[in-house]
């Protein structure tokens, strides 16, 4: 017997009977109506995007597994919304969404041997302390493998996540380093390894955190004299993973305590995964031995992507929200946004958005104007190396000669220019900036800086160099 929309819903409905009670039964699932079956998708109409919501949010465990059971395991499952005279149209309007298949990353309990003198182990997560440890994988269920698009740009980094996933700690990309630009995806694969490990490993502890937060907890423990308690902690972690760790450069007591940690859970076949917007070889200021573990498995690097991936990376956006753009317009976007992935995300949500809110038809039209204002406002993030580059260009110096020891006037003066743009342009310290430019230190750039912001108001040659430097930066 050929299978149909109303049969197979049947069959799940009563799957599902069997598992909820009678009243949330009749209040979520009596007023669902299935519309279509095509290959391996159903598509269920909902009164509302409210019950959409609770049923994705309450009960796609168990759809997931009834769908399963009559479609096998690629069953998709689709939302029809149907809304009741939307902007006084007489005719219903429908909008659809598909199930997202996912819950929440729940909270992970952890045994605690009791063996030191204090039986309270410290959760850095959690203030002051707790004697059962429980552990929130800090993960987001919505970054994972199914809306992370793969094709050239993404493919080694996708494939040794996969591999990572299936087999964490058990291949030879431990660590996996995870580096590219920015808005390529290194957080939302980081994200979707863990979250993947959790659905195939739950009984494996899985931790995400960014270089940042660990810096500050690192820093807390100190002042508390827990240290020892935090280093136990995290060695407590199955599959820890460390976003931006490039922040750690200059930090020495954070590499100096992330150095034994690491050392640790590699050496007890735990999986340790890493993102950085830069290869190991162009980290500046930390330790030559965490530097040689970064290279110990695998550094995959994530690029811009490329045209036909931008145009899938849209479409599936489009897909992911239940609405429907012409061709032309998602060919439109594509071609002219392709920088980042975050970017490209950005200008398609404010096509949608100017569409919905202001009631008008996406058309070619409006997506030029979208498209033309994001581009003009996104600012691109300025590097260290990029202002180098800029002013050692402008006074014709080579990078070395700039970098360089020489005091020779027309050198210093471009190198106090790089350390000026370089706070004003970058998050990095006066330390860091330092150790950049020709391995200086903090109290150099902060005179770089006084010694700039004089000459300009005193040299007008000098305030012509800045006001060309800035133009040049600013592009």
Same mark, same amino acid.
């Given at each position: ?198 659905? $195939? ?43 931006? !760790? ?25 999986? !340790? ?33 490329d045209y036909e991936t931008r145009i899938s990376i849209l479409k599936n956006i489009l897909y992911r929200d239940g609405v429907e753009v012409p061709e032309e317009i998602i060919e439109y976007v594509a071609r002219n ?52 580059? !800029? ?13 360089? $020891? ?16 370089? $706070? ?52």
């Open positions: 017997m050929n299978k149909t929309a109303q049969s197979v819903w049947e069959n799940c409905l009563s799957f599902i009977k069997d598992n909820i009670q009678d009243q949330a039964y009749k209040t979520w699932f009596e007023p669902i109506k299935s519309v279509e079956l095509t290959d391996n998708a159903l598509y269920i109409q909902v009164p509302s995007k409210f019950f959409y919501e609770w049923l994705e949010e309450h009960y796609v465990k168990l759809l997931k597994v009834a769908l399963t059971k009559e479609l096998g395991k690629n069953a998709k499952l689709l939302y029809k919304i149907k809304m009741e005279n939307t902007y006084g149209n007489k005719q219903p309007f429908t909008e659809q969404l598909p199930s997202a298949h996912r819950q929440p990353v729940k909270a992970q309990d952890v045994d605690v041997p009791l063996q030191n003198k204090n039986p309270e182990l410290k959760n850095p997560f959690v203030i002051p302390g707790i004697r059962n440890v429980k552990i929130e994988s800090q993960l987001n269920a919505n970054y994972s493998f199914d809306n992370f698009l793969e094709g050239d740009s993404n493919r080694l980094a996708r494939s040794a996540g996969m591999a990572v996933a299936n087999k964490p700690g058990g291949t030879s990309f431990n660590p996996l380093l995870i580096f590219g630009g920015v808005g390529l995806g290194k957080t939302h694969l980081a994200h979707a390894i863990g979250v993947e490990i959790k659905d $195939k490993y739950p009984e494996k502890t899985v931790l995400y955190i960014s270089a940042e937060i660990f810096t500050q907890q690192y820093i807390d423990s100190v002042k508390k004299n827990t240290r020892n308690d935090f280093i136990h902690f995290y060695q407590l972690i199955d599959v820890l993973i460390i976003d931006d !760790v490039q922040f750690l450069s200059g930090k020495t007591g954070t590499q100096d305590v992330f150095f034994h940690i690491f050392n640790y859970l590699h050496q007890n076949g735990k999986q !340790v995964i890493l993102t950085s917007d830069k290869a190991p070889v162009d980290m500046q200021d930390i330790e030559q031995r965490l530097l040689s573990r970064f290279k110990w498995g695998l550094s995959a690097e994530l690029h811009q992507p946004i392709k920088s980042n992935v975050r970017e490209l995300e950005g200008a398609i949500i404010s096509l949608i958005a100017q569409s919905s809110f202001n009631k008008k038809e996406v058309t070619l039209d409006l997506a030029k104007q979208i498209v033309e204002k994001f581009v003009k406002n996104v600012k691109r993030e300025i590097s260290i190396d990029y202002i180098q580059k !800029v002013v050692s260009d402008y006074f014709q110096l080579d990078l070395d000669m700039l970098q360089s $020891k020489t005091r020779k006037r027309h050198v210093v003066q471009a190198r106090q220019l790089a350390m000026f743009f370089a $706070k004003k342009y970058t998050k990095a310290s006066l330390a860091n900036i330092g150790s950049q430019i020709g391995d200086r230190d903090h109290a150099t750039v902060l005179h770089a800086c006084k010694t700039v912001d004089n000459l300009v108001s005193t040299d007008k040659q000098f305030k012509k160099f800045v006001d060309d430097i800035n133009k040049k930066l600013s592009l």
